[in-house]
């Protein structure tokens, strides 16, 4: 007979951990758990023999002194417990499972948020009740979906469930309420273990001919472990002790799987282990006397052979051959008995929590998180904690870095004084970390981390070691304000790696050249003139202004910036402006790009040809001036030239003794060149028209003597020209 035991059998972590702190503590004066630590009664009169006394909330005495200790079970309590015992003064140990504690401040929250709460589990269950007073009692139990069918619903609901309920259960639960309920919040509260030792029972009693359950009759998870086993094996039975089994049912059977509850110590299922092993020896032996049996028979068989009963007598051959083989097959099943014995011949040290040795990396679950330490369950004889600075190289939030139900891997640091394990997940990373770092070192790979802190000469970077990264490989560009990074995520490159030092060169400007390069070259085998791009102005000088157009820089020269003429770029453009520009040269050997901005807007030339003729008197303003002339604006944008010689009706040796810059004055359209874009103008002309204009009204006057009018009246009309 093989005996097969299940994964995650015995003990899960939360009542181990209670356990073991009843134990710490057994010494000194009482000490009292609020209720049984444990639903196994076995478990509990050992612990008795040690002094550790159980009683309920009624049957609990005052204490005597200072050293007077109750104890919280790993099922919790409600906040009047907490009040009562500490009113009483009683020296407190909680040992609220952590999974039940979460539960319970999840419950709490909903209820103080106004929310309806909706437990599964068994509302007899001291930590279905311990739940429920942190909602003031006022939160609803349920067993299953029929027991909400009449319920009362209310529009916004949380659901939770008892730490040892079914997962298939929960999962309907929620169904429903999603079904009925605008607002519903779900929060998944079995325990994982408790998950975890279901799905291997279940897995194990598919594959056996018999299932055995050792657990307490009166433990929730114990009875849950019966009926999914029940489910997948019809023979699956519950016992307490060894004393239960029955050897009927083993017979004929091959193989046996066990699981165990959460509130099974290991001795038990030692115990009932060595029970089935006693089963299985005397089976071997049995099927041993049986084969000794048929060999006999096979021997009389052919000693009686005679020639008249061949026929009869092989018939008989083949039966009792076939009664061997059949008993040989089951021998043969149980040939492996010994080896199994070998590998469970120590028990405890199977199921039990194991010991550690400090430097050992092992993995482990994240049961706790407070915000300077972290709890794991790492199957330890204690409770494995995290300090905050041993969670990462920089300083870290436990409560944002991990999160309950987390796997992590941890290194043994050492164990305290207080028979807790130390942790360490920055030391337990090291090795992977230094192996990444080198690894993308020698590949030249991109790798992303977060910076820290600006420090002298550059950046600390968290690569799970404090990586340096100098302000010069930071960026493309020189960055004056480093503090911007701290907190980003980069991407960058190993430039040096000293594993016996553990420290990083990094840098992102590597990367950012790297790409910068890739796309400068994909944009110049693509780009073409003619074509119009968005780019952002990265640098003004004098003479126009750099435009990043998505991976290489082209020039904008001044004079293509604008129509109108403009002295400085910065009178159109800063530097970070987000412009649209035209590709007007294109120079792939030289990677040269020249831009147009005023290209793209509408030329002043255009609407200036539509409303300007020759003849036409408008005003203007003196832009510029030459030795040859005046360049006077006469629409924005569009500027005429009135050479020296139109400049008075007089003669003009310099202009400037004429016109200043600034000056506006009315000039006349001599000529205008729409393909040369040029405006011949004249001040000269203006001039001798308003002087004829003058002398024709003041003929005009003459003839008629009785006007009045006078050569004054005409001067002034004229502005004092004739």
């Excluded at 951990?17 to 000194?28: C, F, K, L, V, Y």
């Excluded at 430097?359 to 994240?366: H, Q, R």
């Excluded at 992977?432 to 770092?437: A, P, Q, R, Y």
């Excluded at 006057?701 to 020209?721: A, C, F, K, P, W």
């Amino acid at each position: 007979m093989r005996i097969v035991i299940a994964d995650h059998a015995g003990f899960c972590f939360g009542v181990k951990r209670a356990i073991d702190m009843a134990e710490n503590n057994a010494s000194g004066g009482r000490l009292v758990t609020l209720g049984p630590l444990i639903h196994n009664r076995q478990e509990t009169n050992r612990l008795g023999a040690l002094g550790i006394r159980t009683c309920d909330g009624a049957e609990l005495p005052k204490p005597n002194g200072d050293e007077d200790t109750v104890i919280i079970r790993s099922h919790g309590v409600g906040p009047q417990v907490i009040k009562r015992l500490n009113e009483e003064n009683w020296r407190i140990i909680d040992a609220t499972c952590p999974y039940v504690a979460r539960a319970q401040s999840l419950a709490q929250k909903a209820f103080q948020e106004e929310r309806q709460v909706i437990i599964l589990g068994n509302k007899e269950h001291p930590e279905v009740k311990a739940i429920k007073e942190w909602t003031d009692n006022t939160a609803i139990v349920v067993a299953s979906v029929k027991d909400l069918q009449d319920t009362k619903l209310a529009d916004r609901v949380t659901v939770l469930a008892q730490t040892t309920e079914k997962e298939k259960r929960f999962e309907e639960i929620v169904a429903f309420l999603q079904e009925k309920v605008p607002e519903v919040e779900v929060f998944n509260t079995i325990c994982k273990a408790t998950k975890e030792r279901q799905e291997a029972a279940a897995k194990l009693a598919g594959q056996v001919d018999v299932m055995i359950i050792v657990g307490g009759r009166h433990s929730s998870n114990t009875n849950k472990l019966w009926e999914i086993c029940k489910e997948k094996n019809p023979n699956s039975f519950l016992v307490e002790t060894p004393e239960e089994m029955d050897q009927v049912w083993f017979k004929n059977k091959y193989t046996v799987g066990m699981t165990a509850g959460a509130s099974t110590p290991a001795w038990i299922i030692k115990e009932v282990v060595e029970r089935m092993q006693d089963y299985a020896d005397l089976q071997k032996e049995n099927t041993v006397q049986t084969e000794e049996v048929n060999e006999e028979v096979n021997e009389e068989v052919r000693e009686e052979e005679t020639v008249e009963e061949d026929n009869t007598t092989e018939e008989t051959n083949e039966q009792v051959e076939e009664e061997t083989v059949d008993e040989t097959q089951k021998l043969q099943a149980e040939e492996g008995s010994e080896a199994e014995r070998q590998d469970i011949s120590d028990i405890e040290e199977q199921l039990d929590f194991r010991n550690f040795q400090t430097g050992e990396i092992v993995n482990g679950t994240v049961v706790k998180v407070s915000s300077d330490e972290v709890l794991v369950d790492i199957g330890g004889k204690s409770e494995g904690i995290i300090p905050a600075g041993e969670l990462s190289y920089r300083r870290v939030d436990p409560q944002e870095f991990v999160s309950v139900g987390q796997e992590i891997s941890v290194e043994i640091v050492k164990e305290s004084k207080e028979g807790n394990i130390i942790l360490s997940h920055k030391m337990a990373m090291l090795e992977e970390t230094l192996n990444k770092l080198e690894k993308a070192f020698e590949n030249k790979e991109i790798i992303e981390a977060s910076v820290i802190e600006v420090v002298k000469g550059g950046l600390l970077v968290d690569v799970g070691i404090r990586g340096f990264m100098p302000a010069s490989q930071v960026d493309r560009k020189y960055v004056e304000d480093l503090s911007q990074f701290v907190g980003q995520n980069l991407r960058m490159k190993v430039l040096e790696l000293d594993r016996e030092k553990k420290k990083a060169v990094l840098s992102q400007k590597v990367v950012l050249e790297e790409e910068y390069q890739q796309k400068a070259e994909e944009i110049w085998d693509e780009i073409k003139e003619g074509e119009t791009r968005k780019g952002i102005v990265r640098r003004l000088a004098g003479f126009g202004a750099f435009v990043d157009i998505g991976g290489i820089d082209g020039l904008l020269h001044i004079s293509e910036m604008s129509w109108q003429r403009i002295e400085t770029p910065s009178e159109v453009l800063n530097e970070g402006d987000e412009i649209e520009v035209l590709i007007i040269k294109v120079d792939r050997e030289k990677k040269k790009l020249s831009l147009s901005l005023k290209e793209l807007l509408k030329s002043p030339w255009d609407n200036a040809l539509e409303r300007l003729s020759p003849e036409m008197v408008v005003p203007g303003k003196v832009k510029r001036l030459a030795s040859f002339g005046a360049f006077i604006e006469v629409e924005p944008g569009v500027e005429g030239l009135a050479h020296i010689s139109q400049l008075s009706v007089n003669r003009v040796n310099k202009v400037e003794d004429v016109l200043q810059v600034g000056q506006e004055v009315d000039v006349k359209i001599l000529d205008i060149d729409p393909v040369k874009k040029r405006i011949s103008l004249s001040l000269k002309d203006v001039a001798t028209d308003k002087e004829n204009a003058a002398m024709k009204s003041y003929l005009d006057h003459q003839d008629n003597e009785d006007s009045g009018v006078t050569i004054g009246d005409i001067l002034r009309e004229n502005n004092g020209e004739l």
